[in-house]
Every structure is written in structure tokens, then in C-alpha cells.
């Protein structure tokens, strides 16, 4: 087992060198799943890039044209890429018929001569081959809900009838192969409570929890007002389950607008009535002032976090939200939004009658968010890694 005093330039970033660049580029690195696709998870990949700037960023994938068209900031590291970036078929099949590539991708790396590799993962991004010695802290985001049952219903209505077989034959190996990563992990770091508690469930592992950084500073530019319509900004997956706040919507003629991209764009605008407004993705300013103007947010879905929500807090607005996942650690039912309990048409709309018969604090609402500010979560994250590099590589918490 390491101890502190071995490696003292690695602890000294982890207890608060700010610049992150005590540590040359060959002692830490930094893998994160891919960066194909923008959301809360390559928010937070981006705050670690940027705690420290000289690590490599190892990813199965990046396409720069789309994640740029997305408002990703590149960061300044060097970014390495796996053989799936060359792979011809990548950008014409869902992204679950290559599944099982994704863990030969990262084990493909070559990470030998780091002694610190922080992973931000909700799949295969933990899945490292390292050299002996080596301490791996894993962020997990959740661990992997198509493998370990966490969104069942909705992964079987994302996907075709006839394609299901494949992924039931798929899904054995591949949760095998991610709880065998998962063992080598030295220290697990949660998003959340509710994760921390999938990654006991999944892996029989411990995690610390760090909750994702939330910029609370960029919603602070523009007057707290009320136009009258819900918003929710999201990746548009089965499992977020914003249908069912559409059909809310379409049936008591709310105003609703629904800001983001992904599999389920299509179909989600062809359920929208007259009052619900798919926008497809929005620069950050335009969601600032859609945050700002609201009547309120809503999270619809079983979230790992949330940083949207924490957004919208952020702004001053109350959050409509399930009672399930990180809105119960974020959102204060009755102080800072109203939480309800089923993901139904009826549910929701109860909820919409209350929030009407309430008065809401703008500054009590913004002073929560603060408890997840991205200056937190470095602090924090420095905790965690410090608790690592002291436990050293024969430990496994």
C-alpha cells in the first residue's frame, strides 16, 4: 500500500494546487465514455479537464463538429481517441449495436505511467488496463441502466421489437464485463445518494458522493419574471419521460417548451399539441433567459442528478419534479418546488394545481442551488481524491 508521503506532488493537487498543474500530463490522465453527445455528464468531464489542464482526456469517440454545435467548450488538454472514432458504420447504427466495442476501446489504451487515472464513467470508461500501482477514481454518473435493470420500461419502448433479442444475448457478457471493471476500482465517487445506492446494488461497491458542478453564476444575468409557460431542458432518451408531461400539457392546454436534442426528437414532436414547443438545442444564453422567464421547471424523469434543475434553481424557479433519483436531494418540496410521486398525466397535473396555489422566494430558491456550485464540487472531488492516493492501490473501498 502507497502512503501520502510517496507521493506528495499528487496529493498536493488533490488537496488544493488550483491550478491543476502541479502534476505533469504523464502522471494523471482522464477517460470519460464519449463525447458525442452533450449533457450533464461532459458538463462535469469538463470541470475535471479544467481542475487539471495538463491530463490527457482519453474518450471512445469525439465528433468536434457536433459537440461545438452543441456549445461544448474543447478543453485544453490533449483529447485521444480509440479505433471506434475510425469505425465506418459508427454514424449509421444506434449506438447499442457497437456496444460491445466500447470496453475493447478503452482497454485498447495505452495508460501505462499514470499513477492517478480519473474516470468519468457510466460505462466503459472504467474498464482500463493500468499499471501495477496505479489508483483509479471512478465518477459514475450511474452504473450502466440498460445492463443493470435501473430503467427496464423505458429501455424496451427505445428500442425496436425485433432488435431486443440481440441486446438480451448482449446484455449478460456485457454486465459481466462492467462488474469485472468495477472491482478495480480503487475509489468510487457518486453524483448522488441515489447512485451511490445503484453502485452497492450493482457492484457490491462503497462510493463517496460528489455532486456534478453547477455553474450557478450564469443565471444570475437576467430578471426573475413570469411568462407563464414550463420548461424542461434535457437530452431527449426514453428514460427522461417527457411524454407523459406532453400528453399533460396537450390536455390541459398548457404551455410547455421542451429544449433539446436525441433519440427521441422525432417522436416527441409528433406528440407535441399546439401549446408544447420542441426547440431542438438552444444556445446557453437562450436556455438562460427561458430559465429566467418560466413558471416553472420540470423533471420528469428518475434523474441521476439533475443539473438542469439545479439550473433552473439557479434562476430563481421552482422545479415540477418526480420524486424519485437526485430531485429528492436537490429540490426541497414545497421551498424550492413541488415533487410528485407517479410519472403520469394526472400526477403531474395535480402537481400544476398546487404550484399554482403557492408563493415562491426567488432568493431562497437561487440560495439552494448554491450548495451545488461548481466551486463545491472541486473541493470536494479534491477530498475524495486525496482519501484515494492516502488508501493507495491495494485498496479497494
Known sequence: MRNVASKPSLVSVALGARDGNAVGHERIAVTHDYLDQYGGAERTVLAICQRFRSAPL????YDRAVMRRLGFVEPAQRIVVSFIQRWPLRRRVPRYYLTWLYP???RSFDLRGYE???SSANFAAKDLTLSPGAVHVSYCYTPPRFLWGFDSDTACRAMPFHERPLATLAKATLRRLDYRAAQQVNLFVACSNAVARRIQQAYGRRSVVVYPPV???RFNRHPVRDEGFFLTVSRLNA??????????????????VVVGTGPWETRLRSRAGPTVKVTG???????????????AFVLPGEEDFGIAAVEAM???KPVVGLRRGGAVETVIDGGTGLLYDEPTVESFL????????????????RARARNFDKVRFTERLDGAIAHAMHQGSSAVH
Open 116 to 118: 492517478l487515472i480519473l
Open 215 to 217: 455553474d450557478t453564476d
Open 350 to 365: 395535480d402537481a400544476v394545481i398546487r404550484l399554482s396555489a403557492a408563493r415562491w422566494d426567488a432568493g431562497a430558491i
Open 239 to 256: 428514460y427522461k419521460r417527457i411524454d407523459y408531461v406532453i400528453d399533460a400539457c396537450n390536455r390541459a392546454r398548457l404551455p410547455l
Open 58 to 61: 482519453y474518450t471512445s469517440v
Open 281 to 295: 438545442h438552444l444556445p446557453d444564453d437562450q436556455v438562460e433567459r427561458l430559465m429566467a422567464s418560466c413558471r
Open 104 to 106: 475493447l476501446a478503452f
Open 314 to 316: 439557479a434562476a430563481g
